[in-house]
């Protein structure tokens, strides 16, 4: 299990880990599991079109969160934009069906992007996706306070003078990075379960954010490294354990949140 | 009949430039018409009322765990519509049970089910690919095959969709007021949980037929595109629901038409059917928004945003 070639796939899963449980726990008290999910599925078509022309996937994927940021960002002015991001997810999974499908390795090319190939990670990924969780983590530490107050209470930081809609899009930018470093790992449809597994855990745990913070990484890497274990041992698909895993986190955190509330009230 | 072939020929020559010989002989294009505007019609009608319960990303949500019941059915060898149908509805009454009346609640519970259901589907497709010597289940199951539809499945597609469209009928005026005001339907003795209850699973129901024509993650098009088409164009909900239907299912043909012809285009290897309709279904959307109805009648963005 710790062969050399299995190290890499340590280390970014680790990173993967701990940047979603970062960014996760803002997605859950902002309550942007919309755009969380949009996101990784819109970078689909960019990772389609990266492979088609023979380019490294990351620049795709980073070019299409990107895009993904604008459209959401222009569409969320107007009325109805969960209806336009529904449409625009769509139409960038079709346009990566289709993208996909004129190259040599269709099938696995579509379940490999979709659901993630963490063992098959290579020296070369690891610097780079470093280098995405790192920018996004900074930029979380910089905004963490304006941030916390606009989601938490979103009349007093207009009041502190936070520009809401300059921060929404900052934000934005951070899942975009997120989005990009984590899809080759975990795939498009599982970055968003680890967005919103551990985190939603977490808060049901504590109320206090620095703590929910800390625990929603801690969860994070838990449920990760169990998930490339398993993986390892069993030989399944590690977007199974990462998917279940995330849920098996909340539904633990929910009994036990549950089971504290009562005994609060017993006593 | 003697008179029927001529009408096929003289149809047939005026519309050679668009329709490719064959189209309307060919079996596949054929079960893919039928099975196509059945769905695309009932997808409409029950996408109208999920944009005005403001219900899209539960309606994507359970788009996206069907592709977990695809692929089981493939595992066990039942129809993937079955497949469908028992996850979505499922996961609907999860999401309904877990759902709290808070918005964010019901976000974060659907993204939670959402994720579980996906890191499901990635093992089922797994063994899938392993156990079946077919390649391309996962293809067909995410991303569907509208050419490639069994001709068994037709009954129970069009049994499936009669279903939801007459239980969509029966709760017609409760779901309409529990929608606009449901202060109002509650005063007035509406069981508001029940009918939101009852809707996610003609929802489900809905969803899972939309998944059968154009595959699981793609099949939200077909729920929210024609609707928020015609939701622009009208804001009659009796009216809108036709006016869905017919772009729905003009959509779907467009597509089916589309991606026929591109093999001759294209020589040989066309466009996937899917991404003809779902781009056809979209170009409605794009196309509706310089309606003259529209246009006159805009309103103004409400404060903070829809």
């Not at chain 1, 041992?233 to 354990?241: A, Q, R």
């Amino acid at each position: 299990m710790f062969a050399p070639f299995m190290l890499h796939a340590w280390a970014v899963a680790t990173v993967v880990a701990v940047v979603a449980g970062v960014a996760g726990f803002f997605t859950v008290l902002r309550g942007s599991a919309f755009a969380a999910h949009a996101l990784p599925n819109g970078a689909f078509a960019g990772a389609a079109a990266a492979t088609l022309a023979g380019v490294d996937p990351l620049v795709g994927l980073g070019a299409a969160s990107l895009a993904g940021v604008a459209a959401i960002a222009g569409l969320g002015r107007r009325a109805r934009s969960d209806v336009a991001t529904a449409l625009a997810i769509v139409v960038l999974l079709a346009t990566g069906d289709l993208l996909l499908g004129r190259t040599a390795d269709y099938a696995e090319g579509v379940y490999g992007l979709l659901f993630g190939e963490v063992l098959g990670v290579s020296t070369t990924q690891l610097v780079p996706t470093a280098a995405l969780a790192a920018a996004a983590v900074a930029a979380i530490v910089v905004l963490y306070r304006p941030l916390l107050l606009a989601s938490v209470i979103p009349d007093a930081a207009e009041a502190h003078g936070i520009r809401a809609g300059r921060l929404d899009l900052a934000f934005l930018v951070v899942l975009a990075l997120v989005t990009t470093a984590a899809v080759p790992v975990v795939g498009s449809l599982l970055v968003f379960s680890l967005l919103i597994g551990p985190p939603a855990a977490a808060q049901a745990l504590t109320a206090r954010p620095a703590r929910a913070l800390a625990l929603s990484v801690a969860l994070a890497l838990t449920t990760v490294w169990a998930s490339v274990a398993l993986a390892y041992v069993t030989d399944l698909p590690i977007g199974f354990y990462v998917g279940t895993g995330s849920g098996l986190a909340y539904a633990a955190g929910r009994l036990r949140a549950g089971a504290g509330h009562r005994r609060r009230r017993v006593r | 009949m003697p008179g029927g072939p001529l009408v096929a020929r003289v149809l047939g020559g005026a519309l050679r430039p668009l329709v490719e010989p064959g189209f309307l002989s060919s079996g596949p294009v054929r079960t893919a018409l039928v099975v196509g505007t059945v769905v695309a019609a009932v997808s409409a009608a029950v996408g109208v009322v999920t944009v005005v319960r403001g219900q899209g990303f539960a309606g994507h949500a359970l788009a996206d765990i069907g592709s977990a019941g695809g692929a089981a059915a493939v595992l066990v060898g039942a129809p993937t519509v079955w497949g469908f149908v028992a996850f979505n509805v499922a996961a609907a009454g999860v999401i309904d049970l877990v759902g709290v009346d808070r918005r964010r609640g019901r976000d974060v519970a659907t993204g939670i089910v959402l994720g579980v259901a996906l890191g499901l589907a990635a093992l089922f497709l797994y063994e899938d690919a392993v156990s079946t010597t077919a390649t391309g289940t996962a293809v067909v199951i995410l991303f569907g095959s509208l050419f490639a539809v069994p001709t068994t499945t037709v009954p129970l597609v069009a049994a499936l969709g009669a279903a939801s469209a007459l239980a969509l009928a029966a709760l017609w005026r409760p779901l309409l007021l529990t929608s606009v005001n449901p202060d109002l339907a509650a005063a007035r003795g509406v069981p508001v949980r029940a009918v939101g209850g009852a809707f996610l699973a003609i929802l489900a129901v809905a969803v899972s037929l939309s998944a059968v024509t154009i595959g699981a993650i793609l099949s939200t098009a077909l729920l929210i595109g024609p609707a928020a088409t015609a939701l622009r164009c009208t804001a009659r909900p009796a009216r809108a629901v036709a006016l869905a239907a017919v772009t729905g299912v003009a959509a779907t043909w467009v597509g089916v038409l589309v991606a026929y012809d591109s093999a001759d285009w294209l020589g040989g290897r066309g466009l996937p059917v899917s991404f003809c309709v779902v781009a056809a279904v979209v170009a409605a959307y794009a196309v509706s928004s310089v309606a003259p109805a529209a246009r006159r009648r805009r309103p103004p963005a409400p404060p903070g945003g829809g």
